[in-house]
């Protein structure tokens, strides 16, 4: 299950229709082993493209500094999919290279840039093994910290 | 000679789930042959019909090595290098 909290939710939203038609792409940090999705970092598609997407590979060295010098790892790892369904693709299935995170997956087919509802789902993706789970939404994060 | 070398967590597997190891070589590729040596598998992970994998990344020094020679890349007593892999799809 995947917790995740009002602002962090509507700000993946918006950076998937705002990139619409590329796909969109960036995690959300929060502490080691924590679980908690609490700093969200959006991230250029290095590939620009509508069928693919790449972190840049400078700003993947930097962001991974970032993170382990506040011992923090992605507990989600989002983007989107511009004309098909919030389900991972073979390329997604293949590449996914954090079992511990929470693969977001945003599909803006039906509306583009514009306001209306989209497709936000989340899966485990482990040894090329995909398990969607539930998404819950929440006005904050707990702040009972160390309780899942 | 010594080499810090940071392990993603999807190969620390290969690591005894450490962080980081280190190792010796003077070039990128012997590098990778020293590893291959202490830590046995890690080297399919990273190279693909002898050459650096598409999606894996590795920095000497803070500079991707695709700019500074690929496997030939020089290595000196004291470098750190980062294994990192592409967060991509499609």
Not at chain 1, 4 to 29: L, Q
Not at chain 1, 31 to 39: A, M, W
Not at chain 1, 64 to 77: N, R, T
Request: hydrophobic fraction near 35%; aromatic fraction near 6%; charged fraction near 25%.
């Amino acid at each position: 299950m995947l917790t995740i909290d009002r602002a962090t939710y509507d700000g993946i939203v918006a950076h998937a229709k705002r990139d619409h038609p590329d796909e969109a792409c960036g995690i959300v940090a929060g502490p080691e082993g924590s679980d908690r999705p609490e700093r969200l970092v959006e991230m250029v598609n290095a590939a620009g493209s509508p069928t693919f997407y790449e972190f840049d590979s400078t700003e993947l060295l930097d962001l991974y500094k970032q993170l382990w010098a506040a011992d923090e790892e992605p507990v989600v790892v989002y983007h989107s999919h511009t004309a098909t369904e919030a389900y991972p693709s073979r390329t997604d299935i293949g590449l996914a290279s954090e079992p511990g995170a929470h693969y977001v997956l945003v599909s803006t087919r039906e509306h583009g840039n514009n306001d209306g509802p989209v497709e936000f789902r989340s899966y485990r993706i482990i040894d090329g093994e995909v398990t969607e789970e539930e998404v819950v939404v929440v006005p904050e994060l707990s702040t009972n910290q160390g309780v899942s | 000679m010594a080499i810090e070398v940071r392990i993603p967590t999807i190969l620390r597997t290969y690591t005894g789930g450490e962080k980081a190891v280190s190792g010796d070589g003077d070039s990128l590729s012997a590098l990778i042959d020293n590893l291959e040596a202490s830590h046995p598998g890690i080297k399919e992970r990273l190279l693909d019909n002898g050459d650096l994998r598409r999606f894996v990344n590795v920095y000497i020094n803070d500079e991707d090595v695709r700019f500074i020679g690929g496997l030939g890349a020089e290595l000196k007593d004291g470098d750190q290098v980062v294994v990192l892999p592409a967060v991509a799809g499609g």
